[in-house]
T-cell receptor, first 118, second 114 residues
Framework: AQTVTQSQPEMSVQEAETVTLSCTYDTSESDYYLFWYKQPPSRQMILVIRQEAYKQQNATENRFSVNFQKAAKSFSLKISDSQLGDAAMYFCAYRSAMNNNAGNMLTFGGGTRLMVKP | EAQVTQNPRYLITVTGKKLTVTCSQN?????MSWYRQDPGLGLRQIYYSMNVEVTDKGDVPEGYKVSRKEKRNFPLILESPSPNQTSLYFCASSPRTAYNSPLHFGNGTRLTVT
């Protein structure tokens, strides 16, 4: 079974600065997908960014980018120019590429609470 | 608007009193799933359904039931709730074979069992 670990329960960043959230995972599969979700106080689960394991290029979405290290099984999220609205819980998640429940289920890390200081 | 709708948003109940949390999606998705969120543990899968009349256990199914009589609905049933089921619950859906597509989540149900 796959596991996802987020080793930082809480992080803080000064507004306009850059912060990196860590995520590591364990799998024996070679094809899979990785996601970062944001959960603000409204409890919504908002997709921030996704990465296909077969792509070497790191995904970027505006101020959000990832550092995907497949051999190290590491998938960190970098937030540049942090804004007050970035304050939230962030979850890293793994999804298999298999054609069964594993291919639809997300395995989540424990989450990192990000605080943004004005 | 494409969405997953969960009700209620908040629910307080007592031990042993049966309850149902409803989930409905309007995107014609085959796959639906229930998760519970607990501090430090992230979200864990309770039950899932690959299509109508097909359901199976996830990682933490004890104390829960589900049914999938229609494609759009996937209710979560707690026949005899206990305090350890106090949690935040999410329903999610996706097309069955769109593995790189994100799951679509409902807005969550905060359940408290006293």
């Amino acid at each position: 079974a796959q596991t996802v670990t987020q080793s930082q329960p809480e992080m803080s960043v000064q507004e306009a600065e850059t912060v990196t959230l860590s995520c590591t995972y364990d799998t024996s599969e070679s094809d899979y997908y990785l996601f970062w979700y944001k959960q603000p106080p409204s409890r919504q689960m908002i997709l921030v960014i996704r990465q296909e394991a077969y792509k070497q290029q790191n995904a970027t979405e505006n101020r959000f980018s990832v550092n995907f290290q497949k051999a190290a099984k590491s998938f960190s999220l970098k937030i540049s120019d942090s804004q007050l609205g970035d304050a939230a819980m962030y979850f890293c998640a793994y999804r298999s590429a298999m054609n069964n429940n594993a291919g639809n289920m997300l395995t989540f890390g424990g989450g990192t609470r990000l605080m943004v200081k004005p | 608007e494409a969405q997953v709708t969960q009700n209620p948003r908040y629910l307080i109940t007592v031990t042993g009193k049966k309850l149902t949390v409803t989930c409905s999606q309007n995107m014609n998705h085959e796959y639906m799933s229930w998760y519970r969120q607990d501090p430090g543990l992230g979200l864990r899968q309770i039950y899932y359904s690959m299509n109508v009349e097909v359901t199976d256990k996830g990682d933490v199914p004890e104390g829960y039931k589900v049914s999938r009589k229609e494609k759009r609905n996937f209710p979560l049933i707690l026949e005899s709730p206990s305090p350890n089921q106090t949690s935040l619950y999410f329903c999610a859906s996706s097309p069955r074979t769109a593995y790189n597509s994100p799951l679509h989540f409902g807005n969550g149900t905060r359940l408290t069992v006293t």
